[in-house]
């Protein structure tokens, strides 16, 4: 893994203004210009650290046009520091038959939580049993 500070053009966060809270929207579109240029990347896994409430809001609009099931779990409110992995998919990219394509919205099988506490929680579904 490696990180790419070349395109920080500032030091400054310039798109902040101190006395200004940023309305919801306008926190979803320039998500939305993020997902944009993360489409113009060529690596194929890529880890975003950011806060949570940027997320939320481009996740909300970006799963707007997503089965209800999917739309509700791709934006649901993040924990403090919680780790998510996803896979987005460019919808224009599949073709006329996008909808095969379309996962039903539950959680995959197994677990996708950091081995500690995948480990805490198969010793405890073991107990339940």
């Not at 934006?75 to 990219?93: I, P, Q, W």
């Amino acid at each position: 893994m490696y990180l790419l500070y070349l395109q920080i053009e500032n030091d400054e966060d310039v798109l902040w203004e101190p006395d200004v809270r940023e309305p919801n929207e306008a926190v979803a579109l320039r998500g939305m210009k993020f997902m944009d240029w993360l489409w113009t990347r060529e690596e194929k896994e890529i880890a975003i650290v950011s806060h949570s409430g940027f997320l939320f809001h481009t996740l909300s609009m970006y799963s707007k046009e997503c089965h209800p099931t999917i739309s509700d779990e791709v934006s649901k409110h993040f924990a403090n520091c919680e780790l998510r992995s996803m896979v987005l998919v460019d919808r224009s990219m599949l073709g006329s038959y996008s909808s095969r394509f379309n996962y039903a919205g539950k959680n995959p099988t197994g677990l996708d939580v950091p081995s500690d506490i995948a480990d805490k929680k198969q010793v405890d579904e073991a107990q339940k049993n």
